[in-house]
């Protein structure tokens, strides 16, 4: 054992081995300094293979190295990791004994290495097709044997041991050591590519971070943040939970000087868990009992934490987080929804989003909603969507009960989509008149001094041939059936008022007897002859605004109705 100060000049040149415990039985034993030392198996296995008989070796190894039951020195020791492993002169995965097959594979590697050193002038910065055009010059066993041997690598526990990845990712050198076969990390990680055969999420995030050229061409280049490390690694295996968190916080590129997330195995549990959640997402109060449930709801964290972000904040947090992780999380219906409805800052969200993210950026009835209920800036926004997505812009009976809560711009709002959509609000007018069977043709809905002609006249027909002036009305007046939001307890107190006032003898006598048995029975029977009464009045008025030749020829009804719906009075001639 030597004592070593990792900030002098004058360290002894090491190695550092990563490797995996193999469990916590402690069943061989090695000699320290003269007395015995119990360790595991596979580390036992590990020095026998790296011992040499004609050179002295240098090698820190965990196991070794630290205390292991000493909390303290442990948190300590944690977070020299990185310099530990970064000053190594080389890091030695050991990834455990031999067969057959891996000899092979590690051989067909082994030359590949011989002939790109002796051959390939430059050949560290080769792209994967040169390699790939080298590989085929390569004289080896059938592909079949070598894609069996690297399956049998890459099921190794190293690549599923969470501490291995801090070990690899700040090597400088490093070379996978399988019994008595060892190649460079850099060719390794090329296997894969040049065999034929697709590694797991998991594997391929750790051959990924091997050093080499090709490192600085994956995404460890771009998005090493402590949120996507958790997500990438989230399979990762550790004896102790709280790893999880502590093996990544040496390569993260945001949590490395974080106090709240210093290594500290004095800490419980879900006090690391809760930590971690307020460093990535804020202060809030989520509690998760296991770390497995903590890393399976990152994403759902993420996107909820997103859409607060683009429906309250402004656009340069909104981009802060698009670079931090949102290459991790696909852009949703509910994240554009709610940049959409940001009232002050939606138009300059909205243009950041479909500038960064524009393969994903759709808008959908959902995203048009939001826009016609921004009382901030609806028409920027809308505008905006019709510049760049007309094609998409959606106009349905819900965007107009959007509209409808927008109390400041309601009309403004319809008046806007007529010009763009009058085909469109039309149809929705239709349907509104002909929701219901019984009105499919004008003369079942108007009761008198409507001319036969008239009355013979389907409302398609009606709608059809009004002025955009009586259609803009007609959506006013059906604006509280559209949006299902009758004041009923009003309704129920005027609801006689309009039968004795405004029907005449034939109708009251049938009318009256249904509000009779209404009120007489349950609330709910009242309520719904009363909403039903409203909505029928409401529609006959529409269609003989349609066809009166003036607002002034309205009768008192109709513009009862217009008054009880909270409609502004019309004057003649609108």
Request: hydrophobic letters at 40%; proline letters at 3%.
């Amino acid at each position: 054992m030597y004592q070593a100060y990792l900030d002098g000049d004058d360290i002894i040149p090491y190695d550092a081995l990563s490797y995996t415990w193999g469990g916590t039985d402690k069943t061989s034993t090695v000699i320290v300094n003269g007395k015995y030392l119990d360790v595991t198996a596979n580390l036992y296995s590990a020095l026998r293979h790296l011992r040499s008989e004609t050179e002295d070796k240098v090698l820190w190894v965990d196991a070794i190295c630290i205390d292991q039951n000493n909390k303290r020195e442990r948190g300590h020791q944690v977070q020299q990791m990185c310099k530990i492993y970064s000053q190594a002169e080389k890091v030695i995965v050991w990834l455990g004994q031999a067969t057959r097959e891996t000899d092979l594979l590690l051989e067909s590697l082994q030359r590949l290495e011989n002939l790109s050193t002796r051959d390939g002038h430059g050949y560290r910065y080769w792209e994967l097709e040169q390699w790939t055009q080298f590989w085929l010059s390569v004289p080896k066993n059938p592909d079949s044997e070598l894609r069996y041997g690297l399956g049998l690598l890459l099921s190794r526990p190293w690549f599923r041991r969470v501490w291995i990845l801090q070990e690899i990712a700040n090597a400088k050198k490093a070379s996978i050591l399988c019994g008595t076969k060892s190649v460079r990390a850099h060719t390794f990680a090329l296997a894969p590519s040049l065999i034929g055969i697709k590694p797991e999420r998991h594997c391929r995030a750790v051959l990924d971070i091997m050093p080499g050229s090709l490192r600085e061409k994956t995404w460890w280049a771009e998005n090493r943040d402590l949120y996507n490390l958790l997500l990438k690694f989230s399979e990762s295996e550790a004896s102790d939970p709280r790893d999880k968190v502590y093996a990544l916080l040496g390569i993260s590129s945001d949590a490395q000087d974080t106090d709240s997330l210093r290594p500290d195995y004095r800490k419980g549990l879900h006090e690391v868990i809760q930590d971690t959640s307020s460093f990535l997402f804020g202060p809030r109060d989520v509690k998760y009992g296991t770390m497995p449930d903590f890393l399976a709801n990152l994403t759902s964290r993420s996107v909820t934490t997103f859409v607060d972000l683009a429906k309250m904040s402004d656009v340069n947090e909104v981009d802060h987080f698009l670079k931090r992780r949102g290459l991790e999380v696909p852009l949703s219906e509910d994240m554009i929804e709610a940049a959409a409805a940001n009232e002050g800052y939606g138009l300059e969200i909205m243009s950041l989003l479909l500038r960064e993210r524009g393969m994903e950026f759709t808008v959908t009835e959902k995203v048009v909603r939001a826009a016609a209920g921004n009382r901030g800036n609806w028409q920027g926004i809308m505008s905006f969507l019709l510049q760049y997505r007309r094609n998409e812009f959606t106009v349905t009976k819900g965007v107009i009960e959007a509209a409808r809560g927008n109390t400041t711009s309601t009309m403004d709002i319809i008046n806007f989509l007529l010009q763009e959509f009058e085909e469109t609000i039309r149809s929705i007018v239709v349907e509104e008149l002909t929701s219901d069977s019984r009105y499919q043709r004008a003369g079942d809905v108007i009761w008198d001094n409507i001319s036969f002609a008239d009355a013979r006249r389907s409302i398609p027909d009606i709608v059809r041939e009004a002025s955009l002036k009586r259609i803009r009305t007609a959506v006013e007046m059906l604006l509280p059936i559209l949006g299902a939001d009758v004041d009923m307890e009003r309704m129920e107190r005027v609801a006689p008022l309009y039968v004795r006032a405004n029907v005449d003898m034939e109708e009251k006598e049938r009318v009256a007897p249904l509000y009779v048995r209404a009120t007489a029975g349950k609330e709910g029977r009242m309520r719904s002859y009363a909403s039903e009464w409203a909505q029928t009045r409401c529609r006959q008025s529409v269609v003989r605004l349609l066809l009166e030749p003036s607002a002034s020829s309205i009768p008192s009804w109709t513009r009862a109705i217009a008054g009880y719906l909270r409609l502004s009075p019309r004057r003649p001639g609108t």
